[in-house]
C-alpha cells in the first residue's frame, strides 16, 4: 500500500512538470499532502498514538490544507497571471524530471542497504531533485515558493523512511517545514506582492556589484 | 545555566519588541549586554562541563563564545549611534534591537551545542532573527536581500536536514540513535560510509550559507549589503563562525573515519572556489560593503584551505576565525561613517576620506593592512601557517594558484581603498559634510589591536584552547 501510494506521489511530480498553470501546481501540493497523509498513517505504525496524531495532523491541516489555501489566496490577492511561465518547452521538462527519476533509481540500486526501503530514497531523492529544477526553471517568485514546498514534501519522506526507530526527527522535520513556510510565505509574499507589482524572477536584480 | 541564559535572553527579546520607550529599550540592551557578559564568565568558569544535556563548554565553544561576547558590545554601541542618527521609529527600532539581541543569542547557544540537531536548529534562528535584521529599512532593495537571504538560507538548512537524516541512517548500522558529536566520535568506526558520505555533502553544503562558501555564498553578500552595517558586522563575521562551527564539528567526525582524504578533498575543492570567486568579484566589485563582505568570502575560503591541507593549517585555521572576526567587524563597524559622510556605498562617488575624517580613514587603513594579511597584522601569522601546512601537504600548485589569486585579491582591495582614502571624487560637494566624532572610531581600533596582540603575541590561554579543540583530529 505504502509503495502505491509512493508511486502516485512520483506520478504527482512528472504532472507538475508539464502543468500550465499555477493553480495545478497548488492542487498538486495539496494532492501531495493528502498522500503523505496516508503514507504516514500505514508507516509509522510503532511510534506512540499521540505523536501519531500530530504528524497525521500536520499533513493533513498544514500541507494539504493550509498551504495550498494561502497560496491561491496570494494568488488573487497580487493579481498573479495563472501561467507558470517555465524558461523551457514542457517536453524537456519531461525528459529531465525522468532522468532525475532513473537516476535515483540506479543511486539507489547501488546503494543497497537492510535499514532503508529503496523507494523511500528514490522518492525522496527525486522529489527533492526535482523541487530544485522547477526552482531553476520557472519565472515568478511564487513558484519558487511551490518549489520549496516539493522540497520539503521529499524531506519529509526521506524523514519517514526512518520515522519508526527515531520519531524525533520525523518531528524536527515538521518543525522546519511549518517553520521555514511560515517565514517564507506568511512575512515576504505579502510584502513582495505589495512592492513588486507583478511578481516576476526578473525584478530581483537591483543588487549589484557596481 | 544554558536553559536561564536562554530564557532570560528570550524575555528581554519580547520585551524590546513590546516596548517602544527609548529610554527603556536601550537600558534593555545594555541589560543584555551585562547577561551576555555574565553568561560569558559562567561558561569559561564551568569550563569542559556538560550543560542541560545538549550543550558542552568545550574550547572551541568557549573561544567563540567569548570572540562573540567581545564584538556584541561594539556591535550595540554602533546600533545606538546608527539608531540615534537615523532618528529611527520606536516600532522600526524596537524590532531591531530585539533582533540583535536574538541573533546573539542564537549564535552564542549555536556555539555551545554538542548535538547536530540542536546546532541545526540555533541555525535557523539565526536566519529568522537576520532577515528581520536585513528588511530593517523596507525599501525595494532591502526586500530583494531578505527575500533572497530567506529562501537560500531555507534551502540550506532543508539540506542540513537531509544530511541528518543520512547520518541517522549511517548510525543506525553501528545501533545507536544517539546524535551527539561525542557519540558519532564514539562510533566512527561502525558508521556507514556511503550515508556517511551523502550526509557530510548536504550538511557541508547546507551549512556554506552561513560560513560564506561555494555554493552558497551568494545569499550572505547580499544580506550584509542590505542589512544596517552594525548588523552586517555581525553576519560577516560570528555568524560566519557559527557556520564554520558546524562544518568543523562535523569534520572531527568524519576525520576518525577512513574518509578523510575524500572529505579533504571536497572541502579543498570548495575553498579554492571560493578563492576564485572571490577574486572575480573582488576584481570588478564598485560598493564597498560588497566588497568588505566578498573579503569575508576570501577569508573564509583560506580558512578551509587550512582544514583541507591538515596539521599546521587546523590550528592556524581557528586562529584565522577568531581573528578574521575581529579585523572583518571594524570594517562594518567604520562603514556607517563613511556613509554619513558621502551618502553613498559606490566607490566611483566616494574619495579623499583622510580630509573629512582622518580617524575613521586611519581605521579602514589598518583594516584593510589587517585584512591583507600584511604584517604586523595577526592575520598574516596565520595565513603564514595555512600556507606552511599546504607546503607540507604537498599541495605546491594548490599553493602558488592560491597566492596569484590573493596577489590579485589584494590588488583589487588596495586600488579600492587606497581611491576611497585620497583620490578626491568628481563632483562631490563638501560643504554639508557632517563631522564625524573620532571616539567613534575608539572601537575599531581596538578590535584591530586585538587582532594584532591575539596574532603576534597570543597569550597561553588562547593557544592552549585551540589545541585542545584539535585534540580529537588525527594529526
Not at chain 2, 579543498?268 to 560598493?287: C, D, E, P, Q
Not at chain 2, 560593503?289 to 587550512?306: D, N, P, Q, T, W
Request: charged share 10%; glycine share 6%.
Amino acid at each position: 500500500m505504502i509503495h502505491v501510494l509512493l508511486i502516485i506521489f512520483i506520478i504527482t511530480l512528472f504532472y507538475m512538470a508539464i502543468a500550465n498553470r499555477l493553480m495545478t501546481y497548488i492542487k498538486v501540493l495539496a494532492l501531495q499532502g493528502v498522500l503523505l497523509f496516508f503514507v504516514v498513517f500505514f508507516q509509522l505504525s510503532k511510534i506512540d498514538p499521540f505523536n501519531l496524531a500530530f504528524i497525521l495532523l500536520e499533513t493533513i491541516v498544514f500541507k494539504s490544507l493550509a498551504v495550498p489555501i494561502f497560496l491561491s489566496y496570494l494568488l488573487k490577492r497580487n493579481n498573479i497571471t495563472r501561467e507558470a511561465e517555465p524558461f523551457l518547452p514542457n517536453f524537456v521538462s519531461l525528459v529531465i524530471t525522468t532522468s532525475i527519476v532513473v537516476v535515483n533509481i540506479l543511486i539507489a540500486t547501488v546503494i543497497k542497504d537492510d535499514h532503508l526501503d529503496k523507494i523511500f530514497f528514490v522518492v525522496a531523492l527525486s522529489t527533492l531533485f526535482f523541487g530544485l529544477y522547477l526552482i531553476a526553471t520557472r519565472r515568478k517568485i511564487i513558484t519558487h515558493v511551490m518549489g520549496y514546498m516539493v522540497i520539503e514534501n521529499g524531506v519529509f519522506v526521506l524523514s519517514l523512511a526512518i520515522g519508526n526507530e527515531m520519531p524525533l526527527l520525523v518531528n524536527l522535520g515538521i518543525m522546519l517545514d511549518i517553520f521555514a513556510s511560515v517565514l517564507i510565505l506568511g512575512i515576504f509574499m505579502n510584502k513582495i506582492g505589495d512592492v513588486f507589482k507583478d511578481v516576476d524572477v526578473d525584478q530581483l536584480s537591483n543588487l549589484k556589484d557596481y | 545555566m544554558v536553559i536561564t541564559y536562554l530564557i532570560v535572553s528570550v524575555a528581554i527579546v519580547i520585551c524590546l519588541f513590546v516596548l517602544r520607550n527609548r529610554g527603556l529599550v536601550f537600558s534593555l540592551l545594555g541589560l543584555f549586554l551585562v547577561w551576555q557578559g555574565w553568561f560569558t564568565v559562567q561558561a569559561c568558569l564551568h569550563f569542559g562541563t556538560t550543560d542541560a544535556v545538549y550543550f558542552t563548554y568545550d574550547s572551541l565553544g568557549i573561544l567563540l563564545l567569548v570572540t562573540l561576547s567581545i564584538i556584541a558590545i561594539p556591535a550595540a554601541l554602533h546600533s545606538y549611534i546608527y539608531i540615534e542618527n537615523h532618528y529611527e521609529p520606536p516600532r522600526s527600532r524596537s524590532i531591531y534591537l530585539g533582533s540583535l539581541v536574538l541573533l546573539i543569542m542564537a549564535i552564542s547557544a549555536g556555539y555551545l551545542s554538542n548535538h547536530i540537531a540542536v546546532t541545526w536548529i540555533f541555525t535557523e534562528i539565526t536566519t529568522l532573527s537576520a532577515s528581520a535584521l536585513i528588511y530593517h529599512h523596507r525599501n525595494k532593495l532591502a526586500l530583494e536581500g531578505t527575500w533572497k537571504y530567506v529562501f537560500i538560507c531555507a534551502i540550506s538548512i532543508t539540506f542540513i536536514f537531509i544530511g541528518i537524516l543520512f547520518l541517522s541512517l549511517s548510525l543506525q548500522h553501528a545501533g545507536s540513535d544517539d546524535l551527539s558529536f561525542s557519540n558519532l566520535l564514539v562510533k566512527s568506526k561502525e558508521l556507514n560510509p556511503v550515508w556517511l558520505q551523502m550526509a557530510f555533502l548536504f550538511i557541508f553544503t547546507g551549512f556554506t550559507a552561513k560560513l560564506g562558501l561555494v555554493p552558497m555564498f551568494t545569499a550572505g553578500i547580499d544580506a550584509k549589503d542590505t542589512a544596517p552595517a552594525p548588523a552586517g558586522a555581525l553576519m560577516a563575521s560570528v555568524l560566519m563562525n557559527l557556520g564554520f562551527v558546524g562544518i568543523f564539528r562535523f569534520y572531527i567526525v568524519i576525520a576518525n573515519t577512513p574518509l578523510l582524504h575524500w572529505a579533504k578533498l571536497v572541502v579543498g575543492i570548495a575553498a579554492f572556489l571560493s578563492l576564485f570567486v572571490a577574486t572575480v568579484y573582488m576584481l570588478k566589485v564598485k560598493n564597498v560593503k560588497r566588497m568588505f563582505a566578498y573579503s569575508g568570502i576570501e577569508h573564509m575560503g583560506i580558512v578551509m584551505l587550512g582544514v583541507a591541507a591538515g596539521g599546521i593549517g587546523y590550528y592556524a585555521a581557528i586562529l584565522h576565525i577568531v581573528l578574521h572576526a575581529f579585523v572583518k567587524s571594524s570594517l562594518f563597524f567604520q562603514y556607517n561613517q563613511l556613509y554619513r559622510v558621502f551618502q553613498n556605498k559606490s566607490i566611483t562617488h566616494i574619495g579623499n576620506y583622510f580630509k573629512y575624517n582622518p580617524t575613521g580613514a586611519m581605521v579602514l587603513l589598518l583594516g584593510f593592512i589587517s585584512s591583507a594579511a600584511m604584517p604586523p597584522s595577526g592575520l598574516f601569522v596565520s595565513e603564514f601557517l595555512i600556507f606552511k601546512s599546504l607546503f607540507d601537504a604537498k599541495q605546491i600548485f594548490v599553493l602558488i594558484a592560491v597566492l596569484l589569486l590573493l596577489t590579485m585579491i589584494i590588488w583589487s582591495f588596495g586600488k579600492n581603498i587606497f581611491k576611497v582614502l585620497f583620490v578626491p571624487a568628481e563632483g562631490f560637494d563638501d560643504s554639508k559634510v557632517v563631522r564625524t566624532s573620532p571616539w567613534e572610531s575608539l572601537s575599531q581600533f581596538l578590535l584591530l589591536a586585538t587582532a594584532v596582540y591575539l596574532g603576534l603575541n597570543p597569550p597561553p590561554i588562547f593557544v592552549q584552547l585551540i589545541k585542545e579543540s584539535l585534540t580529537l583530529l588525527p594529526l
